[in-house]
């Protein structure tokens, strides 16, 4: 559980002949990460795809335009799993009878939404026109006249030009659209004058009749082609209602297929014969032998290559967690991957993250409704980041309304107590945030120590593993010692100082400069001189800590702040201002609940990233990922 898989590093070779029924063996056991062959020599080369290979991924790019022409996303779930024979014998006339339907609809769709455009760059034109009663036709073709439709800023002053016009005017937007007829001679004169008043052109559309009747036309043509695009909307959603099992299944079979097609390009060949490295879960090494043994009629080999030490940076992982903590995994690959060879911090974050959590957030109401949004999340989002989040947050709910409980809090209200909502019930001894400052910041930096103490107790566990105990002793033992020699000194000092009596020379005094100075020493040794400047950050890193009480009280605050306002405001006014009051309390209460779940999620988890991890965990493993494929819509036969 604090260890990933065991791997076991595999060779798997035998006749080109039997090729395929390796790879039909390997995928449907789904386990062997395949390490791709790339140092091609004389003898061996990287394989060639199946000649199939370029079939199937046309079929997939048409089987999924057609796909997403009908909103298919491939979450959904179906009802029953399709045989993948009976997808492969149906999958070419189905595929293409389903792909002239999905066009015929599309294109029509398409061609309708062309011709809504045009009506609408027309009504864009005619819009400023709308107000003038003169038909179109009449704006153009004067040999006499010269004609002048657009926009201007006022009204057209050219009376010292000519008296000899004719102008409609009429206000639109922030200004006037003006049609002005004036002799031909004098167009020249009349155009520089408007475009000192900044005169812009409008073009007009090649039509007859009225602007105000067109465009009366074009609205009743407009909302017969929204009416044909909605049923032919209409027409997809039944298409997809129809089709959705199939394209599912059969994306799925022609993924699988293509995987398996492709396989041979990860391989190293000969003409004859061919050759798989890989890593495989040591659980699962007789199973695959079994299984391609049987399936090759022993024509295929499935042997454990000691040909060399592995290298551990390359051993690709499979975290091996339990039920419970897996869903913290998400959390810890966001961070990295753990090396083969490392610790893996799932099994402790699946208590000390929503532990954190819940300190900070410490409410029985704010819980109540953190425990409710992810208890909907999960049922609703059965797999996945979203899903494993949902649990998360569902784990830190719980420990809310624990401290909720010992911090007697209910919305930022006392609930039990002789000061509380239930003055009838006082059953146990609580601890308000407000009135124990100084007892939870102690805790705090209890916390704090042991959360460290633990990550370098972690980290001398990895350095031993990977570098010897030596290494171990001096990267490792010297920060846990300087840590709780500091941690006594100061413990020791501290009371003193505060109230200026003499520091006594205690045997607990000298134990903890004793134990700090080895672990200077052994600091000096292991990192030099240059390890000196580090030692302030182990102040800070404990110092950190307190964050988990500060931001508790700022959200408690907040709870307080958001109740007296609306007694204040409003329940103290009685009557109607009950519902204003009413109103406050949820709106401010739902927006501190928003931030304490982000606040309260992000700050626990910075304590892990760059208090906690970094005392032992680096991370970067290679991800395990097994040649195969998780079927969800179709079945073997």
Not at 86 to 110: G, H, P, R, W, Y
Request: with cysteine; proline share 4%; net charge negative.
């Amino acid at each position: 559980m604090l260890e990933p898989k065991a791997m076991t590093k595999i060779v798997i070779a035998g006749s080109k002949e039997y090729m395929g029924t390796a790879i039909d063996a390997m995928h449907t056991r789904d386990a062997v990460h395949i390490v791709d062959f790339v140092d091609e020599s004389e003898d061996f080369k990287i394989g060639t795809p199946y000649e199939s290979a370029t079939k199937l991924s046309e079929r997939a790019i048409s089987l999924r335009s057609v796909a997403s022409y009908l909103g298919i996303k491939g979450k959904e779930d179906i009802s029953n799993k399709y045989p993948a024979g009976a997808i492969k014998e149906t999958m070419d006339d189905k595929t293409e009878s389903l792909n002239f339907e999905v066009t015929q609809v599309t294109d029509k769709i398409s061609e309708i939404d062309s011709r809504i455009k045009d009506i609408n760059d027309k009504k864009r034109l005619l819009d400023p026109l709308k107000s003038f009663d003169l038909p179109l036709d009449l704006y153009r073709d004067y040999q006499s006249l010269a004609v002048f439709v657009g926009t201007l800023k006022g009204s057209p002053a050219i009376n010292d030009i000519t008296d000899d016009y004719e102008l409609e005017t009429t206000l639109y937007g922030r200004g006037n659209v003006i049609a002005l007829f004036v002799p031909r001679q004098f167009e020249g004169d009349v155009l520089k004058r408007l475009q000192d008043q900044n005169y812009s052109a409008l073009p007009l559309p090649e039509m007859e009749g009225i602007p105000k009747d067109i465009l009366a036309d074009l609205d009743a043509r407009l909302a017969d082609l929204e009416s044909e695009k909605a049923k032919g909307k209409e027409d997809l959603k039944g298409l997809r209602d129809e089709y959705i099992d199939y394209v599912l299944a059969t994306n799925e079979y022609l993924s699988i297929e293509t995987q398996k097609a492709e396989a041979p390009l990860r391989f190293a060949t000969t003409k004859n014969a061919f050759v798989i490295e890989g890593w495989i879960p040591t659980e699962d090494l007789e199973n695959v032998q079994d299984d391609v043994d049987r399936a090759s009629d022993g024509h295929v080999v499935v042997a454990v290559d000691v040909s060399e030490a592995a290298d551990v940076e390359k051993v690709p992982v499979a975290l091996d967690n339990a039920y419970l903590s897996r869903p913290l995994e998400v959390l810890v690959k966001a961070f990295s991957i753990p090396k083969y060879n490392e610790i893996d911090p799932t099994a402790f974050m699946v208590f000390m993250y929503p532990f954190l959590f819940g300190l900070m957030l410490g409410d029985i109401g704010y819980g109540v409704i953190v425990l409710a949004i992810a208890v909907l999340i999960s049922r609703r989002v059965k797999s996945g980041g979203m899903h494993d989040l949902a649990i998360i947050a569902l784990y830190g709910g719980i420990f809310s309304i624990i401290f909720g409980f010992l911090f007697n809090e209910f919305f930022g209200v006392e609930l039990f107590g002789h000061r509380g909502l239930t003055e009838f019930i006082y059953v146990y001894p609580t601890l308000p945030r407000l009135d124990n400052v100084l007892t939870l910041l102690i805790a705090t930096f209890v916390i704090g120590l042991l959360m460290l103490s633990l990550g370098y107790v972690l980290g001398f566990i990895n350095e031993y593993r990977q570098h010897g105990l030596k290494h171990a002793v001096l990267a490792k033992m010297s920060w846990l010692c300087l840590l709780w020699g500091g941690v006594l000194v100061i413990a020791l000092i501290l009371p003193p100082l505060t109230t200026g009596s003499a520091i006594q020379l205690s045997t607990g005094l000298i134990a903890g400069l004793v134990v700090a100075v080895v672990g200077f020493v052994l600091l000096i040794m292991g990192e030099g001189v240059i390890g000196i400047a580090e030692l302030p950050t182990l102040l800070s890193n404990v110092l950190s800590y307190s964050r988990l009480l500060s931001i508790g009280i700022s959200s408690t605050g907040i709870a307080l702040a958001v109740n007296r306002l609306s007694d204040a405001l409003f329940f103290s006014k009685g009557g109607v201002f009950v519902i204003l009051g009413v109103g406050l309390l949820i709106a401010g209460h739902a927006i501190n609940t928003a931030l304490g779940i982000l606040d309260c999620g992000l700050q626990a988890l910075r304590l892990h990233y760059v208090e906690f991890f970094t005392k032992f965990y680096r991370g970067g493993g290679v991800k395990y990922k097994p040649f195969g494929f998780e079927r969800k819509y179709t079945e073997e036969q």
